[in-house]
C-alpha cells in the first residue's frame, strides 16, 4: 500500500506539472534599452515626399558603427499600417561614423534625421556626403526652437519628442477652425513645453515657455510617462496623425487630425481624434532588436 500511494503521488506531480507548463505561457521580458530608441523623418529627393520614409533608430552601443537602424513607410494610414523597406543595418551603411560621436545615444524623436538635437543642446546636422556617398555629420550649439525654454528646464536632460520638424498639432477650437502647437516632449516627466503657437490664419499666439502637463495640452489623458517615442505622419492638406509609442508595454496610441470643407468657414471645419491603446505589432513587423 505504500508504494502505491508514493506511486500515485508522483503521477499527480507529473500530471499536474504537464498541465502547468502546457496551459501557463512563459512570461516574455519587456524591451529594456528604451531611452536609445528613436523615429526621426527621413528627406531622401527634395521635392518628392513619396519617396521620404522614417528611420527607425537604435543607438546605445557604445561604438557608433553598430548602432542600428531600419527604414519604413506608412503605406495605409487608415489601418496603422507600416512596412519595412530596408533593414535593419549597422549605422555605418549610411553615414560616416567617425562623424557622429559614440556618445550619441538618443535623440528627439518626431525630428529630421538630417537635423536633430541631442541631449539639450547639441544639435546633430547632416552636412553633406562623403567621397563613398555615406552622410557626413556635425555637431553644433542647439539654440532657437525653444532652446532658450527648454535648458533650464531640463539641465542636459535628452528631449524625448518634438512636435515642429513636420507639422503642428493642430487643436480645435469651438468654433471648429484650430490652434496649432509646437513643443518639446519629456515624456518621463509627464510634461511638454510649447514654444509656438498660432491660430488658424497664422497670427501667433503668446507661449508661456513653462512645463505643462501633457494631457492638458494635447486634450487627453494617456499614461504620457510610459511613452518613449513620437512621430507624425501627413493625413491629407493641413492634417496630420500623431503616432505615440510605448515599447515596455509594447503599444501605441494615435491621435488623428481631420478637416473637412464647410460653406462659409475658411479653412474648413477642423475635429479630432484621440485613439485608443494598440499592440505594436498591428503597426510593424518589428525587428527582434527592437523588442528586446
Not at 501557463?24 to 528627406?43: C, E, F, G, H, I
Not at 487630425?257 to 503597426?283: C, F, M, N, R, W
Request: proline share 5%.
Amino acid at each position: 500500500m505504500k508504494y502505491n500511494i508514493l506511486f500515485l503521488s508522483y503521477i499527480s506531480v507529473v500530471v499536474f506539472s504537464a498541465c502547468s507548463s502546457n496551459n501557463t505561457p512563459a512570461p516574455q521580458p519587456s524591451p529594456s534599452n528604451n531611452s536609445s530608441k528613436t523615429v526621426l523623418y527621413d528627406v531622401n529627393n527634395i521635392g518628392d515626399p513619396d519617396d521620404d520614409d522614417f528611420c527607425f533608430m537604435l543607438l546605445g552601443a557604445d561604438n557608433s558603427g553598430q548602432k542600428k537602424y531600419f527604414k519604413a513607410k506608412m503605406i495605409d494610414i487608415v489601418k496603422d499600417s507600416m512596412e519595412i523597406i530596408s533593414g535593419p543595418y549597422t549605422l555605418d551603411s549610411l553615414i560616416d561614423v567617425s562623424t557622429f560621436p559614440a556618445y550619441i545615444k538618443s535623440a528627439n524623436s518626431g525630428s529630421y534625421l538630417t537635423d536633430f538635437v541631442f541631449s539639450d543642446s547639441i544639435r546633430v546636422r547632416q552636412t553633406g556626403l562623403n567621397a563613398n556617398g555615406k552622410r557626413v555629420f556635425a555637431q553644433l550649439p542647439w539654440a532657437g526652437n525653444g532652446s532658450n525654454y527648454v535648458k533650464p528646464y531640463t539641465q542636459g536632460a535628452q528631449i524625448e519628442g518634438t512636435i515642429g520638424a513636420l507639422n503642428y498639432f493642430k487643436k480645435p477650437t469651438a468654433s471648429g477652425s484650430f490652434e496649432g502647437y509646437l513643443m518639446h516632449f519629456f515624456f518621463k516627466k509627464g510634461t511638454c513645453i510649447v514654444y509656438s503657437k498660432s491660430s488658424a490664419s497664422g497670427t501667433g499666439m503668446s507661449v508661456s515657455g513653462f512645463p505643462e502637463d501633457i494631457s492638458s495640452v494635447i486634450g487627453a489623458p494617456y499614461d504620457w510617462e510610459s511613452i518613449d517615442n513620437y512621430f507624425n505622419v501627413t493625413t491629407g492638406v493641413g492634417t496630420s496623425s500623431h503616432y505615440f509609442i510605448d515599447y515596455k508595454n509594447w503599444r501605441y496610441f494615435r491621435i488623428k487630425e481631420s478637416k473637412t470643407s464647410v460653406p462659409g468657414t475658411p479653412g474648413g471645419q477642423h475635429a479630432i481624434e484621440y485613439g485608443a491603446y494598440k499592440s505594436l505589432d498591428k503597426l510593424l513587423n518589428w525587428p527582434d532588436d527592437w523588442k528586446k
